[in-house]
């Protein structure tokens, strides 16, 4: 049963480092949503992409995050400089092309910085 | 107003217990919702969908009131199991991407024995 890969599940960075987040969308699926939920707190909408193509990054920061989803290979969150502020679980789902809101989850990335 | 709002709870409730949750929303276009489950550390996992008036499996009914704007998710019989967290989750209506969806802070439920 192929779901939603991400990984690595752990992730630890220094302040200032780089971290790369990557997922593989279930089998059939063309949709990858990325979603960041900071401690305490609810699950925040980030990026929404297709191969290719970035349909809605209106929940991104401004700076220091991209996303991508290339034609071959895993989607990718990107946080460059990373600081305190962006330990948080990452979670990637991904939903088949006319379903944009059935949307099923990978296990997350669990991102902390030191 | 939150586009999505919850009783963060907690509820504790005895196994066998009845619990219902309520979460308004406050798109009155919006036509589908969604209750997620979300264990400790884990990823949120689709629980029901209600796209009218309501939807039933098993011991979970979620019902729909567009008058007054909220989703409520019913639990019966509570097993050890059901301990979780439970997302409201609203998709946008109108102008922003149908892929967007908006999750609600989530009502935390622990069932004891």
């Known amino acids: 049963n192929a779901g939603v890969m991400q990984n690595p599940r752990h992730l630890v960075r220094r302040r200032g480092q780089e971290a790369r987040l990557r997922c593989s969308p279930m089998?059939?699926?063309?949709?990858v949503y990325w979603y960041r939920q900071l401690p305490e707190e609810g699950l925040k909408f980030m990026v929404y992409?297709?191969?290719?193509?970035?349909?809605?990054e209106s929940g991104m920061p401004k700076e220091r995050f991209s996303a991508e989803f290339p034609k071959e290979g895993p989607s990718i969150l990107r946080i460059q400089q990373v600081v305190r502020g962006d330990s948080a679980a990452y979670f990637c789902?991904?939903?088949?092309?006319?379903?944009?809101?059935?949307?099923?989850f990978g296990a997350g990335t669990r991102l902390s910085v030191l | 107003r939150k586009e999505v709002e919850q009783d963060p709870g907690p509820f504790n409730v005895p196994e066998g217990a009845t619990v219902a949750f309520n979460c308004t929303y406050s798109?009155?276009?919006?036509?589908?919702f969604f209750w997620y489950r979300q264990d400790c550390r884990k990823e949120p996992k689709l629980l029901m969908s209600?796209?009218?008036s309501g939807n039933e499996d098993g011991r979970f009914t979620a019902q729909l009131n567009r008058a007054s704007q909220y989703i409520s998710l019913l639990i019966r019989d509570s097993k050890l199991s059901d301990s979780a967290t439970y997302l409201c989750v609203a998709p946008p209506a109108g102008g922003t991407s149908y892929g967007k969806l908006t999750f609600g802070q989530g009502t935390i439920l622990t069932v004891h024995p």
């Open positions: 209600v796209y009218s």
């Open positions: 089998k059939g699926h063309s949709h």
């Open positions: 992409l297709q191969k290719e193509n970035i349909i809605d």
């Open positions: 798109n009155s276009a919006s036509q589908s």
């Open positions: 789902a991904s939903s088949p092309r006319d379903r944009e809101n059935i949307q099923y």
